[in-house]
Every structure is written in C-alpha cells, then in structure tokens.
C-alpha cells in the first residue's frame, strides 16, 4: 500500500455520482439479454470514465466510483451495502409472514431495531423534514437459506473493468469497497429465521464474503472493507447496551472479520467505519474513543475515519492519547459528506496537518468521510473531491518545507 513518503496521498471512500443514464438502466426492469448486455457495456464505459475523472483531479489511490454496486435514484443511501444482496445465496424478501419475532436471537442480549434512537429523540425534525435513515424491519431481508457467494463471473467482470481504466488512466493504485460481515448483519439480523443463533449467521456470513474479498486482492486491487456497522449498530439495539456491552458486541464482529480475512496480506487491506450518511443530528453517535482501541485489532493496515463533519471533526484529538501502531495508515475524512458547503483547501489542509503533527505525515492519507455519490449532488461531489487535493497539495508544501 502506497504512502505518503515525499506528499500527502489523496483518497476518498468510494460512492461516486453516477451517470443518470447508468441510473436509468438500472432501474428499468431487465428485458432479457440485450438489455443485460447493454448495461455492461454501459458498466464499462462510465467506469473509464470515472478512473479518468479521479486522475485528472488528482486522486492518488483510486476506484470505479462503486459503479458496479446498482444505483437507480441519485439521491441512494444504501447502495454501498444493500448491492451484496445480488451476490448471495440465502436471503430472500421480507414479507409480514417472514418477519422474525420481536426477541433477542440465543445468544444475544440486544436485537437490531429500524428505528434509531437518535430518530426517536429527534421525532419531530425527522416527521417534520422526511430526512435520516427510516429503516423498519420490513424493508429488511430475510435470512432463509444457507449464505453462499453466487456472483463470481459477475465481480469478475466488475474487476476487469477497473483493471482496463486504471491502466488506461496510468493509475498506479486503486481499491474496491465491500462489505463487512458486521455490517451486512445490521442490514437485517433480526430477520434471520434460518441460522440458529447470531455468531452461526455472522460466520456464514463472513465465509461467503471471503471469496469476494479473496478475489479483489487476487486481482491486485487494495480491499476497502466498509464497516459503518462497527460504530453504527449502538444506536439501533434495544434496550440500548450499555458501552462495555456494546464493545464487547463490536469487539465479536472484528473477530469474525479477521476470521474472513485470514490469507489476505494485512499491508492490502484498508477498513472504513463512519457514523452513517444521512443528513441528520447524529447525537448519539458511539464515541470513537470508545471504539479506537477494537478498530486497530483489525487486521488491515490502514484505516479510514471521519473527520470533516462537525460532529467528529474533534475526534483528532484521540490519537493524542492512543498510538497508531508501527506501519498503520490513518486516513482521516477531510471533506464530509454531511453538507453541500465546500470546503476551503485552507481547512483542508488544516486537518491534514492536525492529524500530521500527532501521528506522522508519512501515516496520513487525506480521505473523505463517507461516500459522496447519492450523497451530495453530483457537482459538489467533484468540487468536494477538487479541494481535497487542492487541501493536499498545501499541507504538503507546509509539512515537506
């Protein structure tokens, strides 16, 4: 993994905007092959596309924007995690019938909830603006079968097209973003009716991820593993543990994880954890203090944290009192997702050098907080994308003077 030996590198978390009329094709309804191979196609070109975008404007350490992960409105949250759904067996619609019953699985002192506490205590904003995260069990799959990967040809395709554009481009290194088993466990654990209880789901889980996070390293690709689940899932479990509880239940999934990821090289790993993308209050976010420490055991070898927004642009100050261990990267979030303004490259590069000056400029990364595609609009995306290498490119005139 490269670093920032003689610069500061620039990054980002991986959902780009995508073309409306690549949105358009994944809506429509398949109409047989001709369409399938229309879309592929489509695939193809908008990932050029993309790659060549990223280098124009400076990204060092790039991506295919998460095309391949189907978008079909420009405003989608859940793209990130909800594509692996089409790429597993044993899963299935939630209906009224299949909803699981309203207990802990054995095991478990807690179930996932669809409703947040943060949108319990803010009922009225969230009523009054139709913003945040409405989730409810319905919406959730249904675990009902055995959990296998079945979309192999189909990642490989995804792979080939980021390999042509980032030779194209003369990229020197990309990554691709998957889910952690942790993660996928709160798009619908509470609706698993097939698994005796939660630890059989998350290895089921995490061994049918394996082979997709096996073949995107043998491509020669750096494995992103999107986690927001790690900090995230405090604010869905009822009744609300307590924080030992609760990092005693994170500190589980870490450990599944790694269980995934065992014969995966750690310097070809990289781990996201954020606080969830909605635009919302997001007071009861987990500290990352109180998870800093579960996150490093990871084993990956650097990791991505938000850091630009306003609700955890001060959490810089963790890594004053907690070491970054020898050869880690940290790659903090130094434009958000979390408003339209655009930031200044003057602040930008504040933050770069903030976290420079704790732990090292060779070990920071300038990053994103989360995703930017359906996120902000398209246009502020890229000027978001433009001023962190702008930021870059200061901080690094200040830090190599």
Known sequence: MKRSTDRILTTHV?????????????????????????????????????????????????NDGEFGKPMRAAVDRGAWGNYIFDRVSGFTATTEQTI??????????????????????????????????????????????????????????????LKLAANTAGADE??????????????????????????????????????????????????????PGLPGAWDMLDPQPSVEEYRRYAALRVEILNHALQGIPMDRVRYHICWGSWH??????????????????????AYLVEAGNVRHEHEYKVWRDVKLPAGKIIIPGVVSHASDIVEHPELVADRI?????????????????????????????????RVLCEGAELASRKLWR
């Open 14 to 62: 991986g959902s780009l905007p995508r073309p409306a009329d690549l949105r358009a094709m994944w809506a429509k309804p398949s109409g047989g092959a001709d369409d399938e191979a229309a879309l592929q196609a489509r695939l193809r070109a908008a990932v050029g596309e993309v790659v060549a975008t990223q280098k124009i404007i400076g990204v060092d350490i790039l």
């Open 100 to 161: 699981a019953p309203d207990i802990a699985k054995p095991g478990s002192p807690t179930r996932i909830v669809g409703l947040r506490w943060e949108q319990r205590e803010f009922g009225e904003f969230y009523a009054d603006t139709g913003l945040g995260a409405p989730s409810t069990a319905a919406l959730r799959p249904t675990c009902t079968g055995t959990i296998a990967y079945t979309a192999r040809s189909y990642l490989n395709d995804q792979l080939v097209n």
């Open 174 to 227: 990309a990554f691709v973003s998957a889910i952690a088993p942790g993660s996928l466990e709160m798009f619908c654990r509470d609706q698993n009716v097939y698994y005796p209880t939660d630890e059989a789901f998350l290895e089921a889980i995490a061994a049918a991820l394996r082979e997709e996070y096996r073949a995107i390293v043998d491509a020669g690709f750096i494995l992103q593993l999107d986690d």
């Open 280 to 301: 919302g209050p997001h007071t009861t976010d987990f500290p990352l203090r109180d998870i800093v420490d579960i996150m490093l055991r990871v084993n990956a070898q």
């Open 353 to 385: 050098i903030a976290f420079a000056e704790i732990v090292g400029r060779e070990n920071v990364i300038a990053g994103t907080d989360c995703g930017l595609g359906g996120r902000v609009h398209p246009q502020i995306a890229w000027a978001k994308l």
